[in-house]
């Protein structure tokens, strides 16, 4: 009969143990702890006149590898179905360069006119002198001469009005290839004689090559051509020069950074992180 009492004496003092280890764990425990916020972001232009919006295309150029003005079109159509409360408009894709030529052409009497009249072409051109278009656009400074388009008033209401006064989503986008070369900082991983996990900054002489991403959202009233906001963004990704990224990758990856950006400006957007807190 008294083995079984011994049992339970014995018992007492482990259960007074881990109760008092429980106790002293959380008495030396954190003293702080993260919890998640949600902040919102108000959007850069009020949109509430609008009920459909219309991405109509884009002035391109960079690499060949891949057609920046019908993608970068889709993509933001595609977003704005999911992610905008305006209707998204389908419609053909203009060619905005073909567009610029055509309204940079000498009319009759050598002036350019800076509105639509009957039976007269939009020009992008000043009475005194004609802006002279890059055949290719390889480089930032070759869309300059380009960005008057936008500012063709007329003929963006003349838009307007073929699709019932959307918003007008339009501007530039280069994707040009890039390669560099310098020291790039990377983490060394080793184990010591114990076989612990060692990570140690290192410098190291690498050639890269990449691609960079820069383009300019331009929002325009389709009531009445004129332009409510733009804003220009610059991305840029690098790789290994031994690794092999098809550019079209490359782009869906770098637009991914840059679509929140282009949603902030139609609506509100939240965005998420957490917040530490002392006890």
């Known amino acids: 009969m008294t083995g079984p009492a011994r049992a339970r004496k014995s018992s007492l003092p482990l259960a007074i143990v881990a109760v008092c280890g429980a106790l002293l764990a959380f008495a030396c425990g954190p003293d702080y702890y993260e919890i998640p916020i949600e902040t919102p972001i108000q959007p850069k232009m009020d949109v509430s006149p609008f009920q459909r919006v219309l991405v109509v295309g884009f002035v391109a150029g960079g690499s060949e590898d891949v057609d920046a003005n019908q993608e970068t079109v889709r993509l933001l159509r595609s977003q704005l179905r999911t992610k905008s409360s305006l209707r998204v408009i389908d419609a053909d894709i203009l060619q905005l360069i073909d ?7 000498t009319t009759p009497g050598g002036n350019a006119p800076d ?20 055949k290719d656009i390889k480089e930032e400074k070759d869309l300059e001469p380009y960005e008057r388009l936008f500012a063709n008033t007329a003929y963006w209401k003349r838009i307007g009005e073929e699709f019932q006064n959307p918003l007008i989503v339009t501007g530039t986008v280069l994707f040009s290839s890039r390669s560099t070369s310098g020291f790039v900082q990377r983490d060394q991983e080793t184990y010591d004689s114990l076989g612990r996990r060692i990570v140690r900054p290192v410098r190291q002489y690498m050639e890269r090559k990449g691609f960079i991403l820069r ?34 990758s490359s782009y869906f990856e770098l637009m991914d950074r840059l679509v929140p950006n282009f949603l902030s400006a139609l609506s509100s957007q939240k965005i998420r992180g957490t917040r530490v807190l002392l006890k």
């Open 99 to 105: 567009v610029a030529k055509e309204q940079s052409q």
């Open 215 to 248: 383009p300019k959202f331009v929002f325009i009233d389709g009531r009445t051509g004129a332009t409510m906001y733009s804003e220009s963004y610059r991305e840029e990704i690098l790789y290994n020069a031994q690794q092999n990224t098809p550019a079209l």
């Open 115 to 134: 509105d639509v009249t009957s039976g007269a072409t939009p020009s992008i051109r000043t009475a005194s002198q004609t802006l002279a278009l890059p």
